[in-house]
């Protein structure tokens, strides 16, 4: 069937920039390209389907009847084939096909976010938000009534130019290894003109994304991407996390001599990308001038490695084994698809899992396993060791339900600890892919949970402290933040918010808090003579969630009796939490060692425990990191325990509920108890873990609460 939609003449837009023209026809989605350098529009072929695009062309070709058959009226529309919009926010231009005219959004639910526009019931666009630019397609002529207003800023660093690919040089470092760097080149600036500098370092391989940083070319920047040593086309041995504070200042000076350069640099980062930014702006480079930061993974006993101090199991597995089969990642070791994640994690001996899994050894893994303590070595790469050098104003920008927000929070501490200025954080409702969906797992967001400005907000980044222009973000507060729950944005003079006031919530019981279904209680002040709770800890029989921070549901796990939970009364108002979180635990063992895990949930009132926030500690290092020492059985310990940060409305009749126990086996391999290297073969030893809570020993957790 041919619909008012086929053939429809779509123009195509990534990032605010013109990238073609958009048919679909029977046989197939038709791309007139335009040539990247010249801005030359192409003539019309097949979609290519290797493009990396995060709009589904060929998925909205293959269902163009159903939005077309829909009936674009009311609140909430579902298609033919159950995908759920909902209305959302609406555009009015004035001189649209000769009337002023008003669009209505429609924001997906479930899944990545595709949005659709309508005017007059009549589809005219699809949007799909992320964290690269949004991308959209938009029936010829209609464009200011779509979410590509929010490039309309005009002193918004405009997508007027080509881009120039220079080609790749070897750059090299200090100790003479070369690193593969292209150089992307804005082009149709004037002659002699010097340009502003965005570096991405990279262990993806440069070539991966390269379309998509070159975006920032296109308005007027030069972009450096360089494959970090030891990945891809560059010299050397990779050893995460070591050499990328030096590597990144090295690259820095080679920017700054260059034809093109006026000396000013910016780096932009994600994930591993964003350690490597940070650990950049440890080196305290003086043309380091704006740095952007997402999902950032931190310092290796922190979050990666070593989390807290632990032996990290599948998040450090997946992402070792991908990089150690060859020079470029193999994503689908990453993914858990060549490798089944429940067999890594169980097999033994631990140093020996990357022959068991991927064949071979892997040398990052043979490395760690050689550095058994916090010594030298790792101190090198903790990036918070040199926070007092960081100068260059940073953008730090994560979510809830990324797995790596304990280096976000990392990052964060270092920064107002020095008072570097112009820090600035963005915390959304995202995973670790940022703002892609409105449902996760058993959490349902409100419609602006995805957000249409999100490259926008980086480009003003660097468009004020690369470009000077006075864009005023410098003097927007400091943090904003979305409130699950709530669902809706707040901001505040700082992160925790300014505002918030932090609230201790005590253990209770009689005893028996073994499971959701024991005595274990939380209150507003510690019980007088509250009897200590005890369980048995086996690391043969660990407690198998997730692990990813996502919004699990606790609540089979929660009838563990190796699980103490401690659960306050229904709630008479609603509660909101916002900021950075942590607990202190009075608690003893019979082992010489031992692990702690430590998880918030908000308990419904069907029972269902959805989890907000956990972290997991190693005992030896209760006094700091360079200063282990192993347990004295049954001897009681205080141990502060950092929490990953949230912001959370807790509604009137839903519970609070902390729970305790000694293991998470997707996130950090069982420890044996024994006190010694994590990676040697040995007997797992059960031991007897007790933990207090009465006046003496008022075991809690401290809840940042913010007020309406």
């Not at 690269?132 to 397609?137: A, D, Q, R, V």
């Not at 450090?316 to 890594?344: M, Y």
């Not at 929070?409 to 892919?433: F, Q």
């Not at 279904?517 to 209150?523: E, I, N, S, T, Y």
Request: with cysteine.
């Amino acid at each position: 069937m041919t619909t008012y939609l086929h053939h429809t003449l779509f123009h195509f837009y990534c990032a605010g920039i013109y990238s073609g023209k958009i048919r679909f026809t029977e046989k197939g989605v038709l791309h007139a390209k335009v040539d990247t350098r010249r801005r030359t529009q192409m003539q019309e072929h097949i979609l290519d389907p290797r493009a990396l695009y995060n709009l589904p062309l060929a998925r909205i070709g293959e269902q163009l009847e159903a939005y077309a058959r829909a009936e674009w009226t009311g609140e909430k529309v579902v298609l033919e084939h159950g995908t759920v919009y909902q209305r959302h926010i609406e555009y009015t231009a004035a001189d649209v096909a000769g009337a002023e005219r008003t669009s209505q959004v429609w924001a997906m639910r479930g899944g990545t976010a595709v949005d659709v526009v309508t005017l007059d019931g009549e589809v005219i666009a699809f949007a799909a938000p992320n964290r690269y630019g949004l991308e959209l397609i938009v029936k010829a002529g209609y464009e200011r009534l779509t979410p590509l207003r929010v490039y309309e800023d005009p002193i918004l660093s405009k997508a007027e130019y080509g881009v120039n690919d220079l080609g790749t040089y070897l750059v090299p470092m200090r100790d003479g290894v070369r690193l593969a760097t292209d150089v992307y080149l804005p082009e149709g600036v004037a002659s002699g003109v010097k340009l502003p500098a965005i570096l991405v370092r990279t262990c993806y391989d440069r070539n991966g994304r390269k379309e998509l940083f070159m975006r920032w070319a296109n308005k007027g920047y030069a972009v450096v991407n360089q494959d970090v040593r030891g990945r891809a086309d560059s010299e050397g041995e990779l050893v995460p996390f070591y050499h990328e504070r030096d590597d990144g200042s090295d690259t820095i000076d080679w920017i700054i001599a260059q034809e093109w350069s006026n000396g000013k640099v910016g780096m932009w980062g994600a994930s591993y990308l964003g350690y490597v930014v940070t650990a950049a702006a440890t080196s305290g480079h003086p043309n380091l001038l704006a740095v952007v930061d997402e999902v950032n993974v931190g310092s290796p006993f922190t979050d990666t490695a070593r989390k807290g101090g632990t032996l990290c199991s599948w998040p450090l597995l997946s992402w070792t084994l991908a990089q150690s089969v060859g020079t470029r990642t193999d994503f689908e070791i990453f993914g858990g698809v060549k490798v089944n994640p429940e067999a890594a994690v169980d097999a033994r001996p631990i140093r020996d899992i990357p022959r068991q899994m991927i064949g071979k050894e892997s040398g990052p893994w043979e490395l760690w396993s050689q550095h058994p303590d916090y010594d030298a070595f790792w101190k090198n790469c903790t990036y918070s060791e040199l926070g007092h050098q960081v100068k260059a104003p940073m953008y730090v920008i994560s979510g809830w339900y990324d797995g790596d927000s304990p280096g976000v929070s990392e990052t964060w501490r270092m920064l107002t600890e020095h008072d570097v200025p112009h820090r600035k954080i963005r915390l959304g409702a995202w995973e670790h892919n940022p703002n892609r969906a409105r449902d996760l797992d058993n959490v349902a967001l409100g419609n602006d949970a995805v957000v249409y400005d999100y490259d926008v907000s980086v480009l003003r980044w660097f468009d004020r402290f690369l470009k000077d222009i006075p864009n005023g973000i410098d003097r927007e507060p400091r943090a904003s933040y979305y409130v699950v729950g709530e669902n809706r944005w707040r901001t505040s003079a700082d992160w925790t918010p300014a505002e918030a006031v932090v609230t201790p919530f005590y253990f209770g019981g009689d005893g028996r808090a073994n499971s959701s279904l024991g005595d274990g209680r939380l209150a507003a002040e510690p019980e007088e003579l509250s009897p200590a709770d005890t369980f048995v800890y086996n690391p043969a029989d660990p407690v198998a969630d997730k692990g990813e921070r996502e919004p699990e549901n606790m609540r089979k796990h929660e009838l563990r009796s190796d699980i103490l939970a401690y659960t306050g009364e229904p709630l008479a108002e609603d509660l909101t939490v916002a900021g950075e979180l942590s607990a202190v635990l009075y608690a003893a063992s019979t082992g010489r060692d031992t692990d702690w895990v430590v998880t918030l949930s908000d308990v419904h009132p069907n029972g269902d425990s959805i989890r907000l926030s956990n972290y997991i500690v190693r005992a030896r290092y209760r006094h700091g990191l360079e200063h282990p020492q192993l347990l004295e059985p049954g001897k009681v310990e205080r141990y502060d325990i950092f929490l990953q940060n949230i912001a959370h409305t807790f509604p009137a009749g839903h519970r609070i509920r902390v729970t305790v126990t000694s293991s998470s086996k997707f996130v950090a391999f069982p420890n044996t108890n024994t006190g010694n290297n994590p990676y040697a073969e040995e007997e797992p030893v059960i031991v007897r873990q007790t933990v207090y809570h009465n006046r003496e020993y008022p075991s809690h957790i401290k809840l940042p609460v913010v007020g309406g």
